[in-house]
């Protein structure tokens, strides 16, 4: 219980992409993260077929719906696959990727070159760089281009911010 209050209280969980498939392009929510000291995405995928080579780019933008918007990088990341097909073994931990170049592009299939996540169920956390809030850009989304999907890849994301806020109660990310 208390740990749930604790990271409850600090952290948010905001939905971003809930049964997108990525055999199209896809542009993510926009998510307000200007009061956030930390930004990571988690993306959910399932089991696909080999070959299913997703292609995300992250980025910021300066308004909810419109303004300017430009790439953002990510410099670690960590994933967790499946055993076999959608099946996770338990107490599997995550394996941590430090990248020596920060990338505001991630390929499925060369991002590092051992992380295959094509044909198993997989989880990966990406910790975003800082926003450029001093020029305005507070809110962080990402686009799929889907032409490296062979069929149907349905998958989830969520953004996860520890923000600094000077009421109890945050404000709506949405």
């Known amino acids: 219980m208390d740990f749930n209050a ?6 948010d969980i905001v939905p971003d992409l ?5 055999n199209s392009d896809v542009t993510g929510t926009r998510c307000n993260c200007a009061n956030s000291k930390k930004v990571f995405w988690l993306l959910e995928k399932p089991a696909g077929t080999a070959g299913d080579d997703f292609d995300i780019t992250f980025n910021q933008a300066t308004a909810a719906t419109s303004g300017s918007t430009k790439v953002l990088t990510t410099s670690r990341f960590w994933y967790k696959k499946a055993a076999s ?7 599997v931990l ?3 990727v430090v990248l020596t170049t920060p990338i505001s592009q991630f390929l499925g299939d060369s991002t590092p070159s051992d992380l295959a996540l094509d044909t198993v169920a997989s989880l990966v956390l990406f910790e975003l760089d800082a926003l450029d809030a001093t020029n305005g850009y507070g809110w962080a989304f990402i686009q799929n281009e889907g032409d490296g999907i062979g069929n149907a890849l349905v998958v989830n994301a969520y953004f996860i911010t520890r923000d600094v806020y000077a009421q109890t109660i945050p404000v709506s990310k949405l």
């Open 18 to 22: 809930i049964a997108s498939d990525f």
């Open 94 to 96: 995550w394996t941590p």
């Open 6 to 11: 604790g990271f409850l209280e600090g952290w």
């Open 85 to 91: 097909s959608n099946t996770f073994t338990p107490g």
